[in-house]
């Protein structure tokens, strides 16, 4: 490092008030030493690295970067303004300003430069040395680590000590620390399930391990000194990991989210492989949040999947809200409170029709956003934020021409492709800090707009119309059949990506509903909440055939099968799949088959029992459950029966020590 920064580019009296201003007095340093070619255009380049997120840290410390072709070797600059000045840490200013400028083939210096600097700033002394400097050259000294920083010193002994007192204890060896994030398309089960499992076995292992979960919900950033700190990251995930970026350049393990769940010491000791070979990841920046998320050798298939999941990821708490809401005024008010006029115009506070009106137009409303939300996140999976404003305009086409669901899909998938091919294309320095609000959002805009409205659009309308017709015309047999290979879906991979593809399915239906969607929309549900009733049922009957640690995790499955998370099976499949799965595919299809020819009803997209009153033909649809529940149940019952296991001991397959190698499935979602 010692090369890359000298007492030239160090200013122990930056006078500036801003991060722009501080940005340029450090970049001019830069340009006077010939460093920087083209101080506009370097400047565009951090100002939208800058906008990406910001580069402040906890403890006064901010530290703008980029790469950029305006730089001509790895630099580092220096500054230390009198007043703090704002890069949008959490704890306030920064008082320690680092400028790191890597040309834009240098991704490893650059990468290395930062983590490494990083690191160092967690040490209190080094920063503390960095206040207390005088000197530029010998600032540049401590920088490079040409320089050690003052210890603190050590406290006098006291007149009490004698000879007798024992030896200072041995300082405790520093913990191997790992971050880790998970995430799922619904981002509801598997992505608690994974951080837990893996904090749990960072206990047993001794490893220092804070996981980010990404849910549906949103997500607490980790502090950006704990991922500095980190000798390693794991990513348990099955949509794209947000700001991935901030990660870069650290030993990674990346595998798909139920791996987090079923395996999280194998990872633990994968990472820590890793770390001490001294393998880091690719630099940030380098494509696509999905293309970044996945390994060397992943496929287009793979990546289309993550695309397509990224935006059912976001599109659910939109569906729920809205599908529930709806259900509710339907409950209250009747069939006929579609009917009702708007709330706005015409309310009375005594009357339940209004009530009923208010909630059904209130999750019309949420509804509507449904198309453009996927199309949007589809859009956002593939190119990041840029996508966005494409993606949701091309959804809202796909809404304007009737296009649907599947015309959402398009868009989304048009949208994304369209900024992945703008985002190739060389630009002037002067554009690029315009480039992701103005030139990729206009551009990608027009061009989605054109595709939508006059090429793809209306065919897909055409498409759309034919599925709707089919599905308000099932019947018979041919219901009962969907019904089956939906149950078989719903079970096969218990929350994955076959799973999600048939609720997918379901709840597009619910954008145009009609009797057909919504036999189908209930059909899915029951079938998925009857791997972990299943389960539940067969360890209170047969109790023998399982642990302690899967007789525990019984009891949870009972509330999460009730609440239609198919996920509370996994830890049983995951110690014995060959058993378990084609149980509960069993059980899927026979459900799914009995709710189709019940002709039972559902306008929810979630709620399990809880929303049993919204269902059509509710004590039918409560016998197909029922029916799939004891098929499962029996049949996993038979299956280990055969294989000899009694009195608590493991079969082949599944664990034989009281914790097993399943995790404990949390008794909250």
Same mark, same amino acid.
């Given at each position: 490092?010692?090369?890359?920064?000298?007492?030239?580019?160090?200013?122990?009296?930056?006078?500036?008030?801003?991060?722009?201003?501080?940005?340029?007095?450090?970049?001019?340093?830069?340009?006077?030493?010939?460093?920087?070619?083209?101080?506009?255009?370097?400047?565009?380049?951090?100002?939208?690295?800058?906008?990406?997120?910001?580069?402040?840290?906890?403890?006064?410390?901010?530290?703008?970067?980029?790469?950029?072709?305006?730089?001509?070797?790895?630099?580092?600059?220096?500054?230390?303004?009198?007043?703090?000045?704002?890069?949008?840490?959490?704890?306030?200013?920064?008082?320690?300003?680092?400028?790191?400028?890597?040309?834009?083939?240098?991704?490893?210096?650059?990468?290395?430069?930062?983590?490494?600097?990083? $690191? $160092?700033?967690?040490?209190?002394?080094?920063?503390?040395?960095?206040?207390?400097?005088?000197?530029?050259?010998?600032?540049?000294?401590?920088?490079?680590?040409?320089?050690?920083?003052?210890?603190?010193?050590?406290?006098?002994?006291?007149?009490?000590?004698?000879?007798?007192?024992?030896?200072?204890?041995?300082?405790?060896?520093?913990?191997?620390?790992?971050?880790?994030?998970?995430?799922?398309?619904?981002?509801?089960?598997?992505?608690?399930?994974?951080?837990?499992?893996?904090?749990?076995?960072?206990?047993?292992?001794?490893?220092?391990?804070?996981?980010?979960?990404?849910?549906?919900?949103?997500?607490?950033?980790?502090?950006?000194?704990?991922?500095?700190?980190?000798?390693?990251?794991?990513?348990?995930?099955?949509?794209?990991?947000?700001?991935?970026?901030?990660?870069?350049?650290?030993?990674?393990?990346?595998?798909?989210?139920?791996?987090?769940?079923?395996?999280?010491?194998?990872?633990?000791?994968?990472?820590?492989?890793?770390?001490?070979?001294?393998?880091?990841?690719?630099?940030?920046?380098?494509?696509?949040?999905?293309?970044?998320?996945?390994?060397?050798?992943?496929?287009?298939?793979?990546?289309?999947?993550?695309?397509?999941?990224?935006?059912?990821?976001?599109?659910?708490?939109?569906?729920?809200?809205?599908?529930?809401?709806?259900?509710?005024?339907?409950?209250?008010?009747?069939?006929?409170?579609?009917?009702?006029?708007?709330?706005?115009?015409?309310?009375?506070?005594?009357?339940?029709?209004?009530?009923?009106?208010?909630?059904?137009?209130?999750?019309?409303?949420?509804?509507?956003?449904?198309?453009?939300?996927?199309?949007?996140?589809?859009?956002?999976?593939?190119?990041?934020?840029?996508?966005?404003?494409?993606?949701?305009?091309?959804?809202?086409?796909?809404?304007?021409?009737?296009?649907?669901?599947?015309?959402?899909?398009?868009?989304?998938?048009?949208?994304?492709?369209?900024?992945?091919?703008?985002?190739?294309? $060389?630009?002037?320095?002067?554009?690029?800090?315009?480039?992701?609000?103005?030139?990729?959002?206009?551009?990608?805009?027009?061009?989605?707009?054109?595709?939508?409205?006059?090429?793809?659009?209306?065919?897909?309308?055409?498409?759309?119309?034919?599925?709707?017709?089919?599905?308000?015309?099932?019947?018979?047999?041919?219901?009962?059949?969907?019904?089956?290979?939906?149950?078989?879906?719903?079970?096969?991979?218990?929350?994955?990506?076959?799973?999600?593809?048939?609720?997918?399915?379901?709840?597009?239906?619910?954008?145009?509903?009609?009797?057909?969607?919504?036999?189908?929309?209930?059909?899915?549900?029951?079938?998925?909440?009857?791997?972990?009733?299943?389960?539940?049922?067969?360890?209170?009957?047969?109790?023998?055939?399982?642990?302690?640690?899967?007789?525990?995790?019984?009891?949870?499955?009972?509330?999460?099968?009730?609440?239609?998370?198919?996920?509370?099976?996994?830890?049983?499949?995951?110690?014995?799949?060959?058993?378990?799965?084609?149980?509960?595919?069993?059980?899927?299809?026979?459900?799914?088959?009995?709710?189709?020819?019940?002709?039972?009803?559902?306008?929810?997209?979630?709620?399990?029992?809880?929303?049993?009153?919204?269902?059509?033909?509710?004590?039918?649809?409560?016998?197909?459950?029922?029916?799939?529940?004891?098929?499962?149940?029996?049949?996993?019952?038979?299956?280990?029966?055969?294989?000899?296991?009694?009195?608590?001991?493991?079969?082949?397959?599944?664990?034989?020590?009281?914790?097993?190698?399943?995790?404990?499935?949390?008794?909250?979602?």
């Amino acid at each position: 490092m010692s090369d890359m920064i000298t007492a030239d580019l160090v200013d122990l009296d930056l006078a500036a008030q801003t991060k722009e201003a501080a940005a340029r007095s450090l970049a001019e340093r830069m340009v006077a030493l010939g460093r920087v070619t083209d101080l506009d255009g370097f400047l565009a380049d951090v100002a939208a690295r800058e906008a990406q997120m910001p580069t402040g840290l906890d403890g006064g410390i901010g530290i703008p970067h980029c790469r950029s072709e305006h730089v001509t070797e790895p630099t580092l600059a220096f500054g230390r303004p009198a007043d703090g000045i704002d890069f949008g840490a959490p704890d306030g200013p920064a008082d320690l300003i680092f400028l790191i400028a890597a040309p834009a083939g240098a991704d490893d210096a650059h990468l290395t430069i930062l983590s490494a600097l990083a $690191r $160092r700033l967690m040490d209190p002394d080094f920063t503390a040395a960095l206040r207390a400097a005088t000197d530029p050259a010998a600032t540049a000294s401590l920088i490079s680590g040409d320089t050690a920083p003052p210890a603190a010193p050590e406290p006098a002994a006291t007149a009490t000590a004698t000879a007798e007192e024992p030896p200072p204890a041995p300082a405790a060896p520093v913990p191997f620390r790992v971050v880790a994030v998970t995430s799922c398309p619904t981002g509801i089960a598997h992505t608690y399930m994974a951080a837990e499992a893996l904090e749990q076995a960072g206990q047993a292992e001794g490893v220092e391990i804070v996981v980010e979960p990404q849910g549906s919900a949103g997500f607490t950033r980790l502090d950006p000194a704990v991922i500095a700190a980190a000798d390693g990251v794991i990513f348990a995930h099955d949509v794209p990991v947000r700001e991935k970026e901030r990660f870069a350049g650290k030993p990674t393990v990346d595998v798909g989210v139920k791996a987090g769940i079923n395996r999280p010491a194998e990872l633990l000791a994968e990472v820590r492989d890793k770390a001490a070979r001294g393998e880091t990841t690719a630099p940030a920046g380098t494509g696509s949040p999905v293309e970044e998320a996945g390994g060397p050798g992943e496929g287009y298939g793979t990546k289309l999947r993550k695309w397509l999941m990224s935006g059912v990821s976001y599109m659910v708490p939109f569906v729920a809200a809205g599908g529930l809401l709806i259900a509710l005024g339907f409950a209250i008010g009747g069939y006929t409170i579609d009917k009702a006029p708007s709330v706005a115009e015409h309310f009375v506070w005594t009357d339940s029709t209004s009530w009923a009106a208010l909630l059904f137009q209130v999750g019309g409303l949420a509804f509507s956003f449904l198309v453009p939300v996927l199309a949007g996140y589809i859009a956002y999976g593939m190119a990041d934020r840029p996508g966005l404003v494409p993606g949701f305009v091309g959804g809202s086409i796909a809404l304007t021409i009737n296009a649907g669901f599947l015309g959402g899909l398009a868009a989304g998938l048009i949208a994304g492709g369209t900024v992945m091919a703008i985002q190739r294309v $060389r630009v002037p320095g002067a554009l690029r800090g315009i480039m992701p609000v103005v030139v990729i959002p206009l551009i990608s805009s027009a061009v989605v707009g054109f595709l939508m409205f006059l090429v793809v659009g209306k065919p897909i309308a055409e498409l759309q119309k034919a599925l709707t017709d089919w599905l308000s015309g099932l019947s018979g047999a041919n219901a009962v059949i969907l019904g089956v290979v939906l149950g078989l879906m719903m079970c096969f991979d218990l929350g994955g990506p076959l799973n999600k593809v048939a609720y997918a399915f379901a709840v597009g239906g619910l954008a145009n509903p009609n009797d057909g969607s919504l036999k189908v929309m209930a059909a899915v549900m029951a079938a998925g909440m009857v791997p972990p009733l299943a389960m539940a049922l067969a360890t209170v009957v047969r109790g023998g055939l399982f642990n302690r640690t899967e007789r525990e995790n019984g009891k949870a499955a009972w509330v999460l099968g009730s609440s239609f998370i198919t996920e509370g099976a996994i830890p049983f499949a995951a110690a014995d799949p060959l058993r378990v799965i084609p149980s509960a595919m069993a059980g899927g299809a026979v459900t799914g088959a009995l709710s189709m020819l019940f002709e039972c009803t559902l306008r929810a997209p979630h709620g399990g029992i809880f929303v049993l009153p919204l269902i059509g033909n509710p004590v039918l649809y409560l016998i197909a459950i029922l029916a799939g529940t004891a098929v499962s149940a029996a049949l996993v019952i038979l299956l280990k029966g055969m294989g000899g296991r009694g009195d608590g001991k493991a079969v082949e397959g599944t664990p034989a020590t009281e914790s097993g190698t399943a995790p404990k499935v949390p008794a909250t979602v």
